[in-house]
């Protein structure tokens, strides 16, 4: 019988947590990401840091598969607005402008909801990661989550490193730090479930500012449904025209 050399037993435990990792990821973007092509119902709160209420917004995600999203703002202040995100390129279209706007993941919606916290729902495609232990999900809790560090793999994702905890049965998102380019840290995120005992999807995603303003934005999934987009609303050409979108 061969014995297997330290370096390669090594290099096939690295490999293994690594296709692990992906796996743990592929099932905690369920949680969000409920069907391939779906249309999500979002309403975001923003309160101050003192815990009074800011502003309030409205907006319809068409979340498809491709790293493909369209944001239709619903409120009467942003009535007509539209994001749309093709893969590392995001577009904001003005009623009334005749042609669309070259924008960033990390502009902001609403907030500290940025377009990125917004229009994409998945990890597993975006990041590579390792599995750092198992660690309390919080201050607070007694139970375990595995903690998961990961690495952006692509340029137009809004943050190039997340620390996210789990849960260790389901893998639900329980908690995550969030980083921008220069690594420091932006967001803290905490994910509210349906259930707590026996979770399916995310409720609401509640963003801390770590920066600047300490303002805290609530993030609540108000109704998803499976729905595929026509491909034409997927054009910025197109929604420049202001079409209506039904």
Not at 2 to 13: A, E, G, H, S, V
Not at 55 to 78: C, D, H, I, N, W
Not at 177 to 187: F, I, Q, R, T
Request: hydrophobic share 40%; charged share 20%.
């Amino acid at each position: 019988m061969k014995l297997i050399p330290c370096f390669l037993l090594t290099l096939l435990t690295a490999q293994a947590f690594a296709q692990d990792v992906t796996s743990v990821l592929k099932a905690t973007d369920k949680f969000r990401m409920t069907a391939e092509n779906l249309q999500v119902d979002t309403l975001i709160n923003v309160t101050n840091a003192d815990g009074t209420p800011d502003k309030e917004r409205r907006y319809t995600v068409f979340a498809q598969a491709g790293r493909q999203s369209l944001v239709v703002m619903q409120s009467p202040a942003e009535k007509g607005q539209k994001v749309l995100m093709l893969g590392d390129d995001f577009w904001l279209l003005m009623p009334g402008s005749q042609r669309p706007l070259r924008i960033t993941p990390m502009q902001k919606l609403l907030g500290d909801a940025s377009t990125g916290d917004v229009a994409t729902m998945s990890w597993a495609n975006d990041y590579a990661g390792k599995l750092v232990g198992e660690e309390p999900c919080d201050a607070a809790a007694k139970q375990a989550c595995l903690h998961l560090s990961l690495n952006a793999t692509r340029k137009g994702v809004t943050y190039q490193r997340i620390e996210l905890w789990v849960g260790k049965t389901r893998f639900e998102p329980v908690r995550a730090d969030l980083y921008v380019l220069s690594d420091k840290l932006a967001k803290q995120a905490m994910f509210v479930m349906d259930k707590p005992t026996a979770p399916t999807m995310v409720l609401e995603m509640v963003l801390a500012d770590q920066v600047s303003n300490h303002k805290v934005t609530h993030v609540r999934y108000l109704n998803r449904k499976a729905r595929q987009v026509p491909p034409e609303w997927l054009n910025p050409m197109f929604l420049v025209r202001n079409p209506p979108l039904e």
